[in-house]
């Protein structure tokens, strides 16, 4: 009998172990694995209101900066820059002009002529502004290709 418990608790220890091991290993890397093939990541940026005839500068995508503001963040002002030297006219432009700013350091403006951001001149708008670049070009991108 002494035997026999002794059996039947070194397999509950086993299976202990086992379960443990399927809780920590095998059911986080079927998780992500589920969400790897089946999942698909989709951002979207906001529109606001439609920009006013007189405010659009250019036809199609831009990102319009007051100089003035960004001139006392100069690093901030050339990770901008950085990131649009790889942009084609075609897909976004880079526009220095305070026209039409009001407050704002900066506001990005789509193709359909909407708002889709407004920033102010620091560290985390920069980062920011660069993230919804990034995700503005890449939808672009993918309803060019659907």
Known sequence: MKRLLGLFFYAMKKLIVAGFFIVVFVLPISWYLILQI???N??????????ADSCRIVDGAYLQL???????????LTRIKRRF???????????????CLKDNAAVL????GYYRGFYKASREETDRILTEVDIYLTNIEKSERE
């Open 38 to 40: 089946f999942g698909e």
């Open 85 to 99: 030297e790889s942009v084609s006219d075609s897909e976004m432009k880079l526009i220095m002009e305070e026209s």
């Open 109 to 112: 403006v789509d193709e359909e």
């Open 42 to 51: 989709k951002f979207d940026i906001p529109k606001f209101e439609m920009v």
């Open 66 to 76: 007051n100089a003035e503001l960004w001139e006392t963040k100069r690093n901030e």
